[in-house]
């Protein structure tokens, strides 16, 4: 069992930054032969969208579209916690945001929320002047 818990989250103006963390305890992600932390967001009434992702044993990031280049994806291996750097924030990126373990990650399937296996709380983002 993995137990996920983001912080970080909050009100910020446009243009603004913020860094979200996610938390595990549990076991290790390095625990496992494969796998992945994830951040999606999520706004009322749509599905999630995924946001960037991070190979755990390789360091290997990938982003979604609308924050390439804006969100840099990291992880703390020692203290088993993954980060997500939001710059340039904008309004459209308001919304709740989750990470999410895919501790089998199949590498097709890094984009999918559908695969990952463990999700924390959500921490709400609002980027408003």
């Known amino acids: 069992q993995v137990q996920l818990v983001e912080s970080g989250g909050g009100l910020v103006q446009p243009g603004g930054s913020l860094k979200l963390s996610c938390a595990a305890s549990g076991r290790t992600f390095s625990s496992f032969g494969s796998s992945a932390v994830g951040w999606f967001r999520q706004t009322p009434g749509n599905e999630r969208e995924f946001v960037a992702a991070i190979r755990w044993s390789g360091g290997h990031t990938y982003y979604g579209d609308s924050v390439t280049g804006r969100f840099t994806i990291s992880r703390d291996k020692a203290r088993n916690t993954a980060y997500l750097q939001m710059n340039s924030l904008k309004p459209e990126d308001t919304a709740i945001y989750f990470c999410?373990?895919?501790?089998?990650?199949?590498?097709?399937?890094?984009?999918?929320?559908?695969?990952?296996?463990?999700w924390g709380q959500g921490t709400q983002v609002t980027v408003s002047s």
């Open positions: 999410a373990a895919d501790l089998h990650l199949i590498l097709s399937s890094i984009r999918r929320a559908v695969d990952y296996d463990y």
